[in-house]
């Protein structure tokens, strides 16, 4: 079985996927960027494990023997699933592989936009740390005492809560209907009503026609005056357009974003600009950790698909 890691690997990871090698399993590592080799090995693929590098019809009708799309990871939006459905192939995700990493990021884009650490790095390498203009003092801040608006209450956010409750945040959400696993921890809100009453704002969505663009200029208007958006969720929920000018403007104090509408992000996008918004590109969920997670859970889906057992996590 002929299987396409489509991603980078390091040094470690490409010496385990050697060692998950074998008996009848030939895993190929294939750079996101690298389209001339994915063409040549999805001829003959029989399995592809997809992280982020958007699957296209195209990509799907280059390869006539795929008989499973993998996801590395939860969200399917980056795959034409329309496409396998018409060549009746599966398409599985792994929900839960990658919950803590993405919660640790998450409160990593926190902190660190309260605090401004990507201005105070770049400060200090410069030889300038000590010499900072002293109303950077007005931007810093702490999670305790602050109120955090979780925007959806899925797992990620849920094992965010009891850490940011321990930090002394008070603990807001929003969901389709309040949730059980939420008593106790945070309280219940409509987004308005979050967005107005949130110093933190964290998105915990899944791409769909219905949250494509929710955090635009109106939501951000509604939010509170110095409050901080956080994103590692899918970039396509906020217009980074209006983002930007909030940011510019002082009218929101930071934000810290791990996701954006293109990627990899645009040179000309203005959101590099902004000493407020702390970036990262699209890693919240990559953790040593995740991929050992990630990796038996697409093995035993490749060993099931040999079997013909039930897969897991199908979604399509």
Request: include cysteine.
């Amino acid at each position: 079985m002929r299987v396409i890691f489509h991603y980078d690997a390091g040094p470690a990871l490409a010496r385990r996927l050697s060692e998950a090698s074998g008996d009848g399993l030939d895993i190929s590592v294939c750079p996101a960027a690298d389209d001339a080799r994915f063409r040549e090995l999805m001829t003959d693929a029989d399995v592809l494990w997809h992280v982020l590098r958007p699957l296209s019809a195209t990509d799907i009708a280059a390869a006539p023997g795929l008989r499973l799309i993998q996801k590395i990871g939860v969200g399917v939006n980056t795959i034409d699933l329309d496409a396998a459905r018409t060549r009746d192939i599966p398409v599985c995700n792994m929900p839960g592989t990658n919950t803590r990493a993405v919660a640790e990021m998450t409160l990593a884009l926190m902190l660190a936009a309260l605090r401004r650490l990507s201005a105070f790095d770049r400060a200090t390498r410069e030889g300038a740390g000590w010499k900072l203009d002293s109303a950077m003092q007005d931007c810093l801040g702490e999670i305790g005492g602050r109120v955090v608006g979780l925007v959806g209450y899925g797992a990620v956010p849920q094992a965010l809560a009891p850490v940011l409750k321990a930090l002394g945040a008070r603990l807001l959400y929003t969901a389709r209907a309040p949730r059980r696993e939420a008593e106790g921890l945070a309280e219940w809100r409509t987004l308005p009503v979050l967005l107005e009453e949130s110093d933190i704002v964290s998105l915990h969505l899944p791409e769909t026609a219905e949250t494509v663009g929710m955090i635009d200029a109106a939501a951000l208007a509604r939010m509170k005056p110095g409050a901080v958006l956080v994103n590692t969720a899918r970039g396509s929920l906020v217009d980074e357009a209006a983002l930007a000018v909030a940011l510019a403007s002082g009218r929101l104090a930071a934000a810290g974003l791990d996701v954006f509408a293109r990627e990899p992000v645009a040179p000309g996008n203005p959101l590099l600009g902004l000493d407020n918004a702390v970036l990262a590109p699209h890693v919240a969920w990559l953790t040593m950790d995740t991929i050992e997670r990630s990796l038996d859970v697409a093995l035993d889906n490749c060993r099931r698909l040999v079997a013909g057992e039930p897969l897991r996590f199908r979604v399509a």
